[in-house]
C-alpha cells in the first residue's frame, strides 16, 4: 500500500510504498479516505525514523471486520483513531476507538474529530456540570479550542476565549475573548489550556476554589512557573489535570462511544469541525508547512488518493 512516510528534510514527509497492515483481532482494516493533521504529529516527524508511518485520526470504509466479531461490520462508513500509522490507503484500527459514521457526515468532516474533538469533550467533562460556570479556553484558534468553544456553549457555560488570532471565536460561542490573561482579574470554574508556559502559569493563579485546570498540550515550550500561594492557598481544592488522549481513553473506556456523540452533533448541525484545509494528500507538504507555520485556523485534512 501507499502511505505518507517520514523523512528529515523539509516538508519531513514524503509518499511511499510500505507493508500492509496486519490487524489483530481486536482490530478492523479500514480502507482510509481522509485524515487530519495534528501539530503534535508535525511536529514530531524531523526526528521519526525515516520510512515512518504516523498519523493518528482517520475516516474511511471498514474493509475487513475484526476476527473478535466486535466493531462495524464490512462496508461501514467509520471514523477513528490509531497511536500511529492513520496516514496510509490502509489501517488497523482497535474497534473500541472505531464509530461507524452518521450519512450526512463526510470523511473530512468525521477525519477532523477523534484527538482535536475528543480531548476538548473530555477536558470539558472533567469540569463537571457547566450550566452558568467560568470557562477559560487557551489557544483558542486551534483544534480543540475551536472543539472547546463549541461544546461549552452547548454546556450552556459562559466563555473566555484566549488567542492570539481572535475572528470568528465569538460565533462559535465565546462570551469574551483576550489576548492575555489578566492576573486581577476573573476566576474561572474551569480552564482547558493548550499552549503551557507563561500562559499556563497564569491560568494556574486565575483557577476558582474547587476548580480544574487542564492541560494538554504544550505549544510553548518555556517551563511554567507560579507563586504557590496563588494555588492552595487563593484557590484551595483546585486541580492541575493533565490530559493526554489515548491514555485518557485506555482509562475510560469511552472511545467509541464518544467519537459517535461528535459525530452526530456535526449530523445535527451542532458541531462544526472548523477545517481551514483540504488538500490531496499528494500536496502533504504544503498542508503541513502552512500548520507548522500556523497559517491553518482550525484543522487540516489531506484526502488519500
Do not use: C
Amino acid at each position: 500500500m501507499r502511505a505518507l512516510v517520514s523523512k528529515q528534510s523539509a516538508p519531513y514527509a514524503e509518499l511511499a510504498e510500505v507493508p500492509d497492515p496486519s490487524p489483530r483481532h481486536d482490530q478492523a482494516l479500514v480502507d482510509v479516505q481522509a485524515f487530519s493533521l495534528n501539530r503534535g504529529e508535525t511536529r514530531r516527524l524531523e526526528s521519526l525514523e525515516p520510512g515512518t508511518v504516523t498519523g493518528w485520526d482517520l475516516a474511511g470504509v471498514v474493509r475487513q471486520a475484526a476476527p473478535d466479531g466486535s466493531g462495524p461490520p464490512a462496508g461501514a462508513r467509520v471514523v477513528g483513531l490509531v497511536p500511529a500509522g492513520a496516514w496510509a490507503e490502509l489501517a488497523a484500527v482497535e474497534t473500541d476507538w472505531l464509530a461507524e459514521l452518521p450519512a450526512a457526515v463526510s470523511f473530512e468532516q468525521a477525519s477532523a474529530l477523534p484527538v482535536a474533538g475528543l480531548t476538548a469533550l473530555r477536558a470539558l467533562e472533567l469540569g463537571g456540570f457547566l450550566v452558568e460556570k467560568r470557562v477559560l479556553v487557551t489557544g483558542a484558534s486551534g483544534g480543540v479550542g475551536r472543539f472547546a468553544l463549541q461544546l461549552a456553549r452547548l454546556a450552556g457555560a459562559r466563555i473566555t476565549a484566549l488567542a492570539r488570532r481572535t475572528e470568528g471565536l465569538r460565533q462559535l460561542g465565546a462570551d469574551v475573548v483576550i489576548e492575555q490573561i489578566d492576573l486581577g482579574g476573573p476566576t474561572y470554574d474551569l480552564i482547558v489550556d493548550g499552549v503551557g508556559g507563561g500562559v499556563l502559569g497564569a491560568a494556574i493563579q486565575r483557577v476558582a476554589p474547587g476548580g480544574t485546570v487542564v492541560s494538554f498540550a504544550s505549544t510553548v515550550p518555556d517551563p511554567v512557573s507560579y507563586p504557590a500561594r496563588e494555588l492552595f492557598a487563593r484557590a484551595p481544592r483546585a486541580r492541575v489535570y493533565g490530559l493526554y488522549i489515548f491514555a485518557e481513553l485506555q482509562h475510560t473506556q469511552s472511545g467509541r462511544s464518544d467519537l459517535r456523540r461528535l459525530a452526530d452533533l456535526i449530523a445535527a448541525e451542532k458541531l462544526d469541525p472548523q477545517i481551514d484545509l483540504t488538500l490531496s494528500w499528494s500536496e502533504a507538504g504544503r498542508a503541513i508547512e502552512a500548520l507548522l507555520d500556523r497559517r491553518v485556523n482550525g484543522k487540516a485534512v489531506l484526502r488519500v488518493g
